[in-house]
């Protein structure tokens, strides 16, 4: 690439060896602009790639700009965690789905286990315990956001993918669809606060997200995610659209 179109230096790289998918969590910097990017890529037992997906978060191009982002190393999900304290995979599976049932349902409810320091990025922007950020819901940690139901606007989370799990470090990479209808303009959070509805019109948020989990709980969460046509169908569902929960 030229000066203006390279790589930037976040490189956040982990793996699940049982079943041959690698992830990067890094950023492109093209005429200037830095913009958040997920990488996975699926490789035989023989070295071949055989899947690769990636996304590019380019600000312009999308339904919701995060202002200031930062692309820095989070220790804490590159720690390993000591052996005697891993879970298996399948809790780790649970507990990942459990944040997207939780997202999807928002209600108050908790299908998920939340560690007290959890934090979530976003593109970049980090949208737990930042009162800076545009949303007042920021403020709050990852549990308290979701206690009071904030995202009622979120109508489904489908096409959900958890290809990769990497125990030694209790992180899981996850994919899926966030579709938006756009048609609730007030509603009422679990502690009878009224609230307007930022989002009016209908688009789809297609994520690649990872998910830390430590002492049963999800402590990081780092997503990215792009915009794309409403209700746009999975390219890896093979069985169908993939509109179930």
């Known amino acids: 690439m030229g000066d203006d179109n390279r790589s930037g230096a976040y490189d956040f790289r982990f793996c699940d060896p049982e079943t041959g998918q690698i992830g990067l969590f890094t950023t492109v910097i093209e005429s200037g602009d830095e913009s958040a990017a997920a990488l996975r890529l699926g490789v035989t037992t023989a070295g071949e790639v055989c899947e690769a997906e990636l996304i590019v978060v380019r ?5 919701l700009h995060f202002p200031d982002p930062k692309f820095e190393a989070k220790p804490v999900m590159e720690a390993f965690v000591p052996e005697a304290e891993r879970v298996s995979r399948e809790r780790l599976l649970t507990l990942a789905n459990g944040y997207f049932a939780t997202l999807e349902q928002n209600d108050g409810q908790l299908f998920t286990a ?3 320091d959890c934090q979530r990025v976003e593109n970049g922007t980090q949208t737990t ?3 800076a950020f545009m949303l007042p819901i920021a403020k709050l940690g990852c549990e308290a956001q979701f206690r009071l139901g904030w995202y009622r606007y979120d109508d489904r989370l489908r096409a ?3 290809p990769l799990v990497d125990v030694e470090r209790g992180l899981v990479m996850a994919h899926g669809f966030i579709d938006h209808r756009g048609v609730l303009e007030r509603y009422t959070l679990t502690d009878g606060t009224e609230v307007e509805s930022h989002i009016r019109r209908p688009p789809t948020f ?4 990872v998910f830390k989990i430590e002492a049963g709980a999800i402590r990081q969460v780092e997503a990215n995610f792009i915009t794309v ?3 746009m169908p999975s390219p890896w569902d093979t069985q169908g659209q993939g509109q179930g929960r």
Do not use: G, T, V
Request: charged share 30%; net charge neutral.
């Open 129 to 131: 315990n930042n009162p």
């Open 59 to 63: 600000q312009r191009d999308e339904a």
């Open 206 to 209: 297609y994520l690649s997200e």
């Open 160 to 162: 959900r993918r958890f």
């Open 229 to 231: 046509p409403y209700y």
């Open 114 to 116: 939340f560690h007290p």
